[in-house]
């Protein structure tokens, strides 16, 4: 493998991999937002996270344990696509809510 002359080898300039860092943190910082929202509105342990496309547009999807033991989960649009302080909204479905689901905003 070829090397430049302060011993790296062929890796993408420096600048080019911290803009690609700073997306990352970007993505991390969003999806730890979204915890944090789901965490504190819910009071449930939150088992995982994942960034996904849902109708055009970017959301987090939070998957987590209510207080009787069921796991839910929430979708929480990406901030940029609405501001920061909003709401995580819950996974819309098809089947009309049942009694002891928490009401939707």
Known sequence: ????DQGRGNAPPSRERGAQR????????????SV??????TG???????RMQYDGREINRVKYVDDRGRVRT??????S????????RPRESGQPARGDNP???
Do not use: F
């Not at 944090?36 to 509105?41: K, S």
């Not at 449930?44 to 994942?50: A, C, F, M, R, T």
């Not at 929430?74 to 901030?79: F, I, S, Y």
């Open 36 to 41: 944090r929202r789901v965490r504190n509105e």
């Open 44 to 50: 449930g342990q939150v088992l995982s996270v994942e």
């Open 74 to 79: 929430m979708d929480d649009a990406a901030p």
């Open 1 to 4: 493998m070829a090397q430049d």
């Open 22 to 33: 700073a997306e990352d943190r970007g993505h991390r910082s969003s999806m730890s937002d």
């Open 81 to 88: 696509r609405r501001g920061a302080d909003a709401p995580p």
């Open 103 to 105: 009401p939707r905003p």
